[in-house]
């Protein structure tokens, strides 16, 4: 079992609906949970990130984490063309290791 | 205030080469880590430097090394290059105790023929 799952299936939406993605993931250890958006060949780009369990809202984003589940989601809500990226979670422990751990990432189209 | 920047943006090297990719960290940050990401995959973390010393590796051999300079510049120096190292190297700059907030440059592309 990888350490962060992301479905990578492409997502597809009209302008103005809400985009719904999610990760889970199975080391108990993580405590900061982030999200970035990569447009296409691009370096990732800081979204947002929550620590332990709850919600975080910044403008049309918010991010969720439910650490009993082990589960995280972001939405999108009113999307933009311009939000059709690559939008991939990532996560930290903070126990000494340094590393984010990645999920394989979700390409979103809004279409026009 | 300066983002993270890498050198160069694109790099063509044959199987059994060495290469060496170039970071500049943004204005501030002391602490680097490089990662690979494969066509269709999450960036994977090879490993982290902070005040010049190595601190934490992914599970990357040893022919990826890397060094951070007293202005808080990186190299990553990969030898015997493979086919699979094909990929976009990416460096990442933060605050240390700071992991959650890691700022990346837009990477460098490396084919390997």
């Known amino acids: 079992q990888k350490e962060v799952e992301q479905d990578p299936g492409p997502l597809s939406v009209p302008e103005g609906a809400i985009v719904s993605l999610n990760c889970t993931y199975s080391?108990?250890?993580?405590?900061?949970f982030m999200w970035y958006r990569q447009y296409s060949r691009k370096g990732p780009e800081l979204l947002m990130y929550?620590?332990?369990?709850g919600n975080k809202e910044d403008g049309r984003f918010t991010a969720q984490v439910d650490k009993s589940s082990k589960y995280i989601s972001l939405f999108i809500r009113d999307s933009q063309p311009s939000d059709s990226a690559t939008y991939l979670c990532?996560?930290?422990?903070?126990?000494?290791?340094?590393?984010?751990?990645f999920g394989k990432g979700n390409q979103v189209v809004v279409i026009p | 205030e300066t983002g993270v920047t890498q050198s160069p943006t694109h790099l063509i090297k044959t199987r059994g080469q060495q290469v060496t990719l170039r970071c500049s960290s943004q204005?501030?940050?002391?602490?680097v880590s490089w990662y690979q990401q494969a066509l269709g995959q999450g960036p994977q973390f090879i490993f982290q430097?902070?005040?010049?010393?190595?601190?934490g590796r992914g599970n990357f051999p040893p022919r990826f090394s890397g060094l951070q300079f007293p202005n808080y510049s990186s190299e990553l120096n990969v030898n015997a290059l493979e086919l699979d190292d094909s990929a976009l190297y990416l460096c990442?700059?933060?605050?240390?105790?700071?992991?959650?907030?890691?700022?990346f440059g837009p990477g460098t592309r490396l084919l390997v023929l």
């Open positions: 990442a700059s933060s605050l240390p105790g700071s992991q959650e907030t890691q700022y």
């Open positions: 990532a996560m930290n422990d903070q126990g000494g290791n340094n590393r984010l751990a």
């Open positions: 430097y902070y005040r010049e010393e190595e601190n």
């Open positions: 080391n108990s250890a993580f405590q900061y």
């Open positions: 204005s501030g940050h002391n602490t």
């Open positions: 929550t620590y332990s369990s």
